[in-house]
């Protein structure tokens, strides 16, 4: 399994970014996908993540409370690519994002990309 992540980049408070990540993996399908990030010297931290909708579970999406109303997570057609819009980035948000996905109870990772806001 590999997950490959893009996106990340330099950009003033207030602009967007969109990161996106694709898993490949013959015959996975994922139940969770997100987004986790980890600042310099702090431990990392979800972000986001979205679950897909199976007969045991309605699925959803969760948000970290400090990103609700500016970044938004999706899936496409309970794909195995995951998208998070990030808008009206704050220098709070600078850290590296972490692409994640779960199946049968694995956990998988990517390598992480970088954001950074200025003020």
């Known amino acids: 399994v590999q997950l490959q992540a893009s996106g990340g980049g330099l950009v003033q408070a207030g602009e967007s970014l969109k990161l996106s990540c694709e898993a490949s993996g013959d015959g996975f399908n994922f139940l969770v996908m997100g987004w986790y990030r980890q600042a310099p010297g702090k431990q990392r931290e979800l972000v986001a993540s979205i679950t897909r909708t199976t007969f045991l579970s309605s699925g959803g999406k969760q948000y970290q409370d400090s990103v609700k109303g500016r970044f938004t997570i999706s899936r496409v057609n309970s794909g195995n690519t995951v998208y998070l819009q990030m808008d009206n980035l704050i220098p709070d948000d600078t850290a590296v994002y972490y692409c994640?996905?779960?199946?049968?109870?694995?956990?998988?990772w990517g390598e992480g990309t970088q954001v950074t806001v200025s003020s």
């Open positions: 994640h996905a779960r199946a049968g109870g694995v956990d998988y």
